[in-house]
């Protein structure tokens, strides 16, 4: 069997004391499931670009409908 590669991306808290609008606070765990040059992937999210800024992208856009 093969093992499942994949990172696991979870919302910690159904609230958020940022407030209704503000991205819920995220954990993306698991990252060494991805084998070899997982750390390049870990560092990718955290970057500039990363979940942080599509998190904001997503919050604008169900904001603005």
Do not use: C
Not at 1 to 14: C, D, E, L
Not at 32 to 41: F, N, P, Q, V
């Amino acid at each position: 069997m093969k093992p499942i590669r994949t990172a696991r991306v979870a919302s910690m808290s159904p609230s958020n004391p940022a407030g209704p609008t503000a991205p819920p606070p995220l954990v993306h765990s698991d990252f060494e499931k991805r084998g070899a040059g997982w750390e390049s992937m870990r560092d990718s999210v955290q970057s500039e670009g990363g979940w942080p800024d599509l998190i904001n992208t997503y919050a604008k856009a169900a904001a603005a409908q």
